[in-house]
């Protein structure tokens, strides 16, 4: 189950997915960051974010899902919102996301995590470099990480001191964005800045592999190892 809160950022309504673990906590705290929309208008219209968002609610964690695409019309085309994204109004949408998150009374403060997938990967890692509060952020395939994205920002990779939270990474060998070699320069941007990291990578594997709804990206195996490394990262971060 979820509830769905409008919160503004800059005069512009955006929409809070928020889904409740059992019990009255308080709970550690996940913003899950979604992939770029593809063939949908909405969260509530992406099934591989809200079964995401529920499975680790599922295993005690509060999530909170932003809908960091609300500057533009939902009907507007993946080309337009892809040109046009800007890392200033998403550092602002994940401010306003972390600090809901933390204000509901169920929820410990203290504990609060950022992940994401595909784009969201690299939405995470930008979030985690502008909140030092954040105590974990897991990416899985984030590609761009080396690219600048709106007017007088840095490329993403570049903030990597800013981080203040382990960083885990899952990636398929077969991906091309990120590639194996982009994913060696995010190691070693993070080694460089001394970030806590672990990788996963995996044979076989391309991107989106988690996507249960895309048979020709999704891998079963790569998939469930990451889910199970991934909520291991977080309850020994967030725990």
């Not at 009374?105 to 950022?114: A, L, M, W, Y």
């Amino acid at each position: 189950m979820h509830d769905i809160h409008t919160v503004n950022v800059q005069d512009s309504p955006m929409e809070i997915f928020v889904y409740k673990p059992a019990g009255d906590g308080p709970h550690p705290g996940i913003v899950l960051a979604q992939h770029i929309p593809v063939g949908h208008t909405g969260i509530e219209n992406d099934a591989f974010t809200m079964k995401t968002a529920e499975r680790y609610a599922e295993n005690g964690y509060a999530v909170a899902v932003p809908f960091i695409f609300h500057w533009w019309p939902k009907e507007a085309g993946i080309e337009v919102k892809r040109e046009e994204f800007r890392d200033d109004w998403t550092v602002q949408d994940l401010k306003a996301s972390y600090d809901f998150l933390v204000s509901r009374t169920n929820v410990d403060g203290g504990r609060i995590g950022i992940v994401g997938h595909c784009w969201g990967g690299r939405v995470a890692w930008l979030g985690a470099c502008h909140n030092r509060d954040y105590r974990a952020c897991a990416i899985f395939y984030g590609g761009r990480i080396k690219l600048p994205m709106g007017p007088d920002t840095p490329a993403a990779i570049e903030l990597a001191a800013d981080l203040n939270c382990p960083v885990a990474g899952f990636f398929g060998n077969e991906d091309e964005n990120p590639s194996p070699a982009d994913v060696d320069d995010y190691d070693a941007a993070l080694t460089a800045a001394n970030v806590p990291h672990v990788f996963h990578r995996y044979d076989g594997a391309g991107h989106g592999f988690q996507s249960f709804s895309n048979k020709e990206r999704f891998h079963p195996q790569a998939s469930e190892d990451a889910w199970n490394k991934a909520l291991a990262f977080l309850q020994e971060n967030l725990a």
